[in-house]
């Protein structure tokens, strides 16, 4: 009898109904605490096995793989940093804010194709601090990872602001990491990395609407609100009471 407190079971890919269920019936009559069971296939694989037949056909001095087209490169590892990198610095003045953002994307050349590899943003606006940090780690992390990284502009566009977007050269921008996402496919379609004519950036059904309405001035810095007023020669928000004037 055995004695296992649970096991782990490789079952084949053609497994019937009936035999599954008999798997777990006898881990059942077993004593089994538990019981996990896998059916293998490509993506995958088997859990309990190894294929040396994978190991052969991956040379271990070969981490960077090109798919048959020659542009699209997949690292298994992270690209270590060139010590010089060609890039741009685009100007993004997003409406509610004061300061202006600077996006620094600089790109890396593999096998004759240039290819984005590191984003950084910058403002004197400290609001804007804490997630432009956040996103630009988390998207250089994607870049230097190789593959179609397209997808993050596609991301980056889809996010919409609850407060409302703005109009920026004649679309409306349903958020401000949207024109940020913006500013990253105009790149990609400048350097050829992807094909485009510009910012195509998705438009919300509701947004216009949105954007017709009566000008609301800047937010409040504390709360979020568009309730700012002058008061005795200060700006101040009539919902929390936040003034400039301190």
């Known amino acids: 009898r055995d004695s296992s407190i649970s096991k782990t079971i490789n079952c084949p890919e053609d497994i019937s109904f009936d035999d599954f269920k008999d798997v777990y019936m006898q881990a059942w009559d077993l004593g089994c605490k538990g019981c996990t069971t896998y059916r293998p296939n490509d993506v ?71 290819r984005p590899f590191e984003v950084f943003i910058n403002s004197k606006n400290m609001e804007h601090f804490a997630w432009t940090v956040a996103l630009t780690r988390m998207v250089s992390a994607v870049f230097r990872r190789g593959g179609d990284v397209s997808f993050v502009v596609e991301e980056l566009k889809a996010v919409f602001d609850p407060r409302g977007g703005a109009w920026m050269q004649g679309k409306y921008i349903p958020s401000i990491l949207a024109a940020i996402g913006g500013v990253i496919e105009q790149h990609m379609i400048a350097t050829g990395f992807i094909a485009g004519e510009g ?48």
């Open 44 to 114: 995958t694989g088997s859990v309990l096995s190894v294929s040396s037949e994978k190991t052969d056909k991956a040379p271990a001095d070969s981490p960077d793989q090109v798919s048959e087209g020659g542009e699209i490169v997949y690292m298994s590892d992270p690209l270590d940093r060139p010590a010089e990198l060609e890039g741009n610095t685009y100007k993004v003045k997003w409406p509610d804010s004061e300061h202006a953002l600077y996006i620094t994307i600089n790109d890396i050349v593999l096998n004759g194709h240039r």
């Open 199 to 246: 910012m195509g950036l998705k438009t919300d059904p509701q947004a216009k609407v949105v954007g017709l309405d009566a000008p609301r001035g800047k937010s409040c810095p504390s709360c979020g609100q568009f309730d700012l007023r002058m008061v005795e020669g200060c700006m101040t928000c009539g919902s929390c009471g936040h003034s400039k004037c301190g």
